[in-house]
């Protein structure tokens, strides 16, 4: 998941993200936020380590276990663009394997989450990272990661034919952090799929070219 929004939007006053218009503030997200969503991805993911995680995930080009697979080398992307500053690093490639068990797959979810959520708590005030999104700091990184856990665990659920609704304040920080220009709405967590262009939401439009807002917004 990438792009970058060209509209602005306002932050908070510590630099952090306002909620979309229509929502109450959202503190910028932290490595905590990200331990947090990838304690409930995991676990819900946990649930069907004794499925097929071949099976296809509908309207995507990927089985359970790709969604599952790149989402692990989103956050090892981020941890290193990150803490390499805001030169992009072309060098190096690295996929994880798609038909690693699946508890192997949700282990890796786990390790390399505690790894980027490190990264972003020893990020100094003012850091950048590259992403083509952008240049964000670490609090970007964070909704970053929140959205590829709490969007392709989701998209998981699809391909094993179960629900996956997150519970913390992820979904709000994300939105407010990365689609400034939505407004939340009533259910932050349908909001963002759908600024992922995962779901349709009465009287707004769909969203087939969304994309992200990687710089700060302050």
Not at 86 to 110: F, G, H, I, Q, S
Request: some cysteine; hydrophobic content about 45%.
């Amino acid at each position: 998941m990438t792009g970058v929004v060209a509209g602005g939007a306002a932050g908070t006053a510590d630099g952090g993200a306002a909620a979309g218009p229509g929502g109450p503030p959202v503190g910028p997200l932290t490595g905590a936020d990200v331990r947090g969503a990838a304690g409930e991805c995991a676990a819900f993911l946990s649930g069907f380590a004794d499925r097929d995680w071949a099976v296809p995930v509908p309207d995507l080009d990927w089985t359970v276990a790709q969604a599952v697979a790149h989402l692990v080398d989103c956050l090892r992307w981020y941890a290193l663009d990150l803490a390499g500053g805001p030169e992009e690093m072309d060098c190096w490639v690295e996929a994880t394997d798609a038909t690693a068990d699946p508890a192997m797959l949700v282990r890796v979810v786990r390790a390399q989450s505690e790894v980027l959520a490190a990264t972003i708590d020893a990020s100094p005030p003012g850091h950048r990272g590259w992403h083509p999104s952008g240049l964000p700091e670490a609090a970007g990184f964070a909704a970053m990661a929140c959205d590829e856990l709490l969007v392709h665990t989701w998209d998981a659920g699809r391909g094993l034919g179960a629900e996956f609704t997150p519970t913390g304040r992820q979904a709000a920080g994300t939105l407010a952090r990365l689609f400034p220009q939505h407004e939340v709405g009533a259910d932050a967590w349908r909001t963002l799929l759908w600024a992922n262009g995962r779901v349709e939401l009465p009287g707004r439009p769909a969203q087939a070219g969304w994309k992200w807002r990687g710089d700060p917004l302050t």
